[in-house]
């Protein structure tokens, strides 16, 4: 937390767990949990065996896994052991040289490898898919020549599969794996957003980077303060916010208050078949950012019925239940029951048009590249807005 702040930040969410053999002989692993959260589990026998510095190496060469997406990419590469090779590479170079835990795979080392094949180096701060394709064709002298990726002379093709605890993670499907990632990318703006820009100015431009191009991704694509103020004004919750920033420093008190609405807002999400993992993630996106303008949020995640139900407390979804056919009445009634100040709809719209009347003001979130066909069965319950992709 105070040497690296970022990094500190954004593992304070997750998970942790000691004594794990699934982490072999590496001091720190990656791995999915039976509750459906990653975990980030340590082996205490060869963590002791880490210098301090080394700890810290360690510990942020996960985080660079989670911040640059490698954990949900692993499974698309053919093979395993130089993908494993070129992510560690990138992550690696955001260490400094007492932070490596030998034997960890480096540039130096591999560019060191290449000289003596009178091959060019390769360039630093390229993508994973860049030093994958560079590494690639040499694959089977790379891991004859290279201890650092378990050459066994018994097997001269095999290598060492330094992330396989990944394995688990990406056999949770598609759906899943988009939303984690999404949730993990909102983690680390968030630890950006807590360090401010003092706490980020150690990291290297490239990381600030593709940070920058996270947030970007995943901008609200509406501005939800204004909308919610036209959209559900008669609010009957109100809370009281002060005025002034600090108390007076007279009389010790705060002489005003402010008299807030506090809405009181249904969330409707299909998690139907028909939604793509993509449309999911950027429903949630949405999700967080109505969440911040300060509405008590309600999500109901439905199909054909209402599948969960649970009270939006800003923290990323990992799992949604659902997944069969879309049927747009059950939200409405529970809404009508509920009383609330709004209804806001997530979907497709590839269901039949609502028979159940909402008794607030419902509003559509439409995400399909066939809006113009599906708009018109919507309109007439509510106002329909379309997501871009």
Known sequence: MLAEPFYGHYLTVMNKVIAAPECGDQALCLTWQEDGELVLRCQPEQWMQLTKLQQQGALKHE??????????RRHHYYDLVIFDCAADLVVNQYLRQEQICPPMVTLASINAWLSTLGLPPLDPFLGVDDYYQALLPLRSQLVQSMPELGHNPTSPDSGRLWHQSWQAISQQGDAILKLQQSQWQQHALNAAHRVGEVGCGDLPQELREQLAEIEARMKAQINWRRLLRLFAHNARKTKLKNTLRRPSKRY?????????????????????????????????????????????????????????????RGEPISEVSGRGGTDFNAPIKLANQLRVDALIYFTDGEAAAPIEHPRMPLLWLLHNPAHDRVTAHLAPSGRVLTMTA
């Open 63 to 72: 985080a660079l896994h989670l911040v640059l997406g490698h954990v949900w």
């Open 252 to 312: 010790g008190t705060v002489p005003g208050i402010q008299v807030q609405p506090l809405q009181r807002i249904l969330v409707a999400v299909d998690t139907s078949g028909s939604v793509s993992a993509t449309q999911l993630s950027q429903f949630f996106d949405e999700i967080y950012w109505i969440w911040r303008t300060g509405a008590e949020i309600i999500i109901v995640e439905c199909d054909v019925d209402i599948q969960c139900q649970y009270h939006y």
